[in-house]
């Protein structure tokens, strides 16, 4: 089946200080990807469209600014998170979408983010 | 606007028991799919089902089984004779023809199967 990988699985990291996070498509390739926050006990929300090759879309009310999303190639997103702050710490998951045009998406493992 | 509502917080059974958990969606589209996913305590998401909104038929797929009616708006998961391993949360997703993929997610559903 498709697979796919984000690293770190964890990070911790100071205020003030930024963080990339890695979602990687291993056996298939992805024109789309989503990433999706997940408070404790919470639900996912989407936080952006990540397309490759071009600007990604995000949702209402998060600020692209601080969540820099690049897609450079088919297999490989990345989200930086800038200027970390405590209210940042998170579990962040990438999902994967094949090329094929289905509505088949892939969850990687998700990121725990603690900023201290 | 599109929306899943699982209004089953959190729920509490005794191992061997069948348990339902209710998901309910709202769209305007025509063209939707379905989706119920399990979230372990580790936390990463499990697929269990997708279902298109052209295809009514209720399925099994061992002790899971899923009940969907367009009439209601509904989208069921039922678990038969559950085990302590059922333990987690789960989520019921909704994604619009038009919405490019993009998932919406319900609230979640924590069931705790206990021994």
């Known amino acids: 089946g498709a697979v796919v990988s984000q690293h770190p699985s964890w990070v911790i990291c100071k205020s003030g200080t930024s963080v990339k996070i890695e979602c990687r498509s291993l056996d298939f390739q992805a024109t789309t990807m989503f990433w999706y926050r997940q408070f404790p006990k919470q639900s996912l929300m989407l936080m952006a469209t990540s397309n490759e090759g071009s600007k990604a879309t995000y949702e209402q009310g998060v600020e692209k600014d601080k969540f820099l999303i690049n897609h450079a190639s088919l297999t490989l997103s990345t989200l930086t998170v800038t200027s970390a702050h405590p209210e940042d710490s998170s579990f962040y998951i990438c999902s994967a979408r094949d090329q094929t045009g289905t509505y088949e998406q892939y969850f990687g493992p998700g990121t725990r983010l603690t900023v201290t | 606007a599109q929306k899943v509502t699982q209004a089953q917080t959190e729920i509490s059974v005794v191992e061997k028991e069948d348990v339902t958990l209710d998901c309910v969606y709202e769209?305007?589209?025509?063209?939707?799919?379905l989706f119920w996913y399990k979230q372990p305590p580790s936390g990463e998401l499990v697929f269990l089902i997708r279902?298109?909104?052209?295809?009514?038929q209720n399925e099994i797929s061992g002790r899971y089984s899923w009940n969907f009616q367009k009439s209601t708006s509904s989208f069921n998961f039922t678990i038969t004779a559950s085990q302590v391993v059922d333990s987690a949360v789960y989520f019921c997703a909704l994604s619009g023809g038009n919405q490019g993929g993009k998932l919406i997610f319900g609230q979640g559903t924590e069931l705790s199967v206990k021994p």
């Open positions: 769209t305007r589209d025509t063209t939707y799919y």
């Open positions: 279902r298109n909104s052209f295809d009514e």
